[in-house]
């Protein structure tokens, strides 16, 4: 999915460029406003210390006279009269430095600011992708794959604040640009005009030569969502890469990646280079004619002249080192762009919140109702499943792989919306409640549960962290959680590693269902949450719990028949559709769709009598073979 969405650079109009801008800038226009408007006093800092260099040069070290053409001179000895400072060279000393030391004092805040302004921003826009992500229907986060979604979240989304920082540095140069400009001017109008419209005709000249980076910021994008998928495919594949001789595959396809990164990062940079030299090689020519002609052809004094080519000295680089960041900020866009189209897609794919109304308490039932359901990529869910669950049953759902049972666990839990049908608890329909109210009813332990890297201790503990320790001990042991806990380095202070890399599956399936006890829900429903125990550690475990959900509603969905035979009731699903409900002899002397699984899986023929056998179910080698004897050697 990542590649058909990462092939194509993102492009983006004018006007999506302008309304990211935008949104950069309103973040916080408070604090963007206030750093502008201290760019602003650095900026004034800058030209009055700089503006000092003229009567200093008058000056000499000899007492101040002010001419009638020395403009600049009589704004100085204007403004230390209006103080009632002496006009002298050693007051016009003190004062040039108290401005330029009040410039790089300020300077130095304003960076401080700056970098506060950044850090928030990246860390609002980061949050936002983070919640977006744990907010959006599950079709969306399934459709754009955990890659994509990774790599906007991880990398994508820092350029961004780069691209505010960039913002910033374009607008404190600006100012300064613009301050050389109104010092040049005040010496020399005509001449002052003349460059600047010819640094204008370069600026438009390079640009046009160069071209947009927008193009190549879109390459360095896309290669980095390659880069970002490849990476964790073989990361988290490491064990398949391994088996199946990919290593060399996978190295090949992660290294072509980064060859496209590098080489559009280059060609960037590159590019960024042309821009910067040419203009400065240019801007450098126009500086020194200026110079030529203010000493040969401008009746300037002496003074006049230094500040001139002072101005002139700053004014070129400047422009050129603004039109260098306007070229590297038009190449972190495509990052931007990208990221808010991300958020708005996210916004749009926000998952059903259900309504306002309270969950009925306690749970007695929950009901399914005519419930249809089919998956956006068009694949048929459920259709018009109907089933009932009280309070104090054991309820099976079974049937084979791919017939529809997760889906129906999914539907239950609000992770989708059923197209049609109703789905009730107490009789309330399920849509008009909260749903995250539901959610703290409810404990749902899947077949590949997740485990932190974290104590065994506070994984268990991650669903009710202010559990007492008796109700720990005791949601750990109906779950076979102390049988090889004891055997762990540290016992339940050991930490698991990453996904529990130190446990075996059917371990993790038990830390979880003693996560989901500790719940205390009223709910509690396993998928396939068993189906990593050998038949002893499964039949100890399913025991223990039927104890432990006596007054709760309990629903396995499997496809082990051995282990719910003595469920009250078992709803067998085929092809999406619930076919035939009863208890185990029902289904069995029925001799239908269960009938034939329970045969193919424990050797039992039709018709025969003793169909209770529940020594093993299938039969099936599973991953964690350990008895409820052996489990302390785990």
């Known amino acids: 999915m990542s590649d058909e969405r990462s092939s194509e650079a993102p492009s983006a109009t004018l006007g999506e460029k302008l309304a990211a801008l935008r949104t950069v800038i309103s973040y916080d226009p408070t604090r963007f406003g206030g750093v502008v408007a201290l760019s602003l006093v650095v900026a004034v800092f800058e030209g009055v210390g700089l503006s000092f260099l003229l009567p200093l040069v008058e000056a000499g070290r000899t007492s101040l006279t002010v001419a009638s053409d020395q403009t600049v001179v009589s704004w100085f000895a204007a403004a230390y009269g209006a103080v009632g400072v002496p006009f002298t060279f050693e007051t016009l000393l003190g004062g040039a430095a108290l401005a330029l030391g009040l410039r790089f004092g300020m300077a130095t805040f304003v960076r401080y600011l700056q970098a506060q302004l950044v850090a928030d921003y990246i860390r609002s826009l980061k949050t936002g992708v983070f919640r977006g992500i744990l907010d959006a229907d599950l079709s969306y986060v399934d459709e754009r794959g955990s890659d994509e979604l990774l790599n906007t979240l991880v990398t994508q989304s820092n350029y961004p604040a780069t691209v505010l920082s960039s913002v910033l540095s374009v607008v404190e140069r600006t100012l300064l640009v613009f301050t050389y400009l109104i010092l040049a001017l005040a010496v020399d109008p005509l001449l002052t005009t003349a460059v600047a ?10 640009r046009s030569v160069v071209g947009s980076a927008y193009g190549a910021g879109s390459s360095i994008a896309a290669a980095n969502t390659e880069i970002q998928a490849h990476a964790q495919a073989g990361v988290q594949g490491i064990r398949d890469v391994r088996l199946f001789g ?4 996978a190295a090949t396809r992660y290294t ?24 400065r090689f240019a801007a450098a020519v126009v500086v020194l004619v200026a110079v030529y002609l203010a000493l040969t052809w401008a009746a300037l004094s002496l003074g006049a002249v230094g500040l001139l080519l002072f101005a002139m000295l700053r004014l070129g680089p400047g422009v050129s080192s603004l039109q260098s960041q306007l070229y590297g900020l038009d190449g972190k866009l495509p990052h931007l762009v990208e990221t808010l189209r991300e958020l708005d897609e996210l916004a749009a794919a926000r998952a059903v919140r259900g309504g306002d109304a309270d969950v009925p308490a306690p749970v007695e039932s929950v009901a399914f109702d005519g419930v249809s359901f089919r998956y956006p990529d068009g694949d048929q869910g459920v259709s018009n499943v109907s089933l009932r669950a009280e309070r104090g049953e054991f309820i099976a759902i079974v049937g084979g792989s791919g017939a529809g049972k997760s889906t129906i666990v999914s539907l239950l839990a609000r992770l989708y919306a059923p197209d049609t049908g109703t789905i009730r608890v107490n009789g309330t329909d399920l849509s008009t409640v909260r749903v995250d109210d539901w959610r703290d009813r409810l404990a749902v332990v899947r077949q590949d549960p997740y485990i932190f890297d974290d104590t065994l201790r506070n994984n268990v503990l991650a669903s009710a962290p202010e559990a007492s320790e008796s109700a720990f001990e005791r949601a750990c042991a109906d779950a076979g959680v102390t049988a090889f806990a004891e055997g762990l380095s540290d016992g339940y202070d050991t930490v698991l590693g990453e996904d529990g890399v130190r446990l075996s599956g059917g371990q993790k399936q038990r830390v979880a269902i003693a996560r989901a006890l500790l719940r205390d829900a009223d709910v509690v429903v396993f998928d396939e949450a068993t189906s990593n125990l050998d038949a002893r550690m499964e039949e100890s475990v399913l025991g223990s719990i039927r104890e432990a959900t006596r007054n709760r509603v309990f629903v396995v969905v499997t496809h082990r028949l051995g282990s719910v035979v003595d469920a009250d009731r078992i709803y067998t699903v085929a092809d999406g559709r619930m076919v035939e409900d009863g208890t185990h002899e029902e289904l069995v002397a029925a001799e239908g769709t269960y009938a034939s699984l329970y045969a193919s899986m424990s050797g039992f023929e039709l018709g025969d009598t003793d169909s209770t056998d529940n020594s093993g179910g299938d039969g099936a080698d599973h991953s964690d073979t350990e008895s409820v004897a052996a489990a302390d050697s785990d």
Do not use: K, P
């Open 197 to 206: 419209a010819l640094l204008g005709v370069i600026t438009v000249g390079v």
């Open 246 to 249: 990919l290593d060399d595959v």
């Open 256 to 279: 072509d990646a980064l060859d496209d990164y590098i080489d559009a990062v280059v060609g960037l940079r590159v590019n960024q280079a042309i821009v910067s030299n040419l203009h």
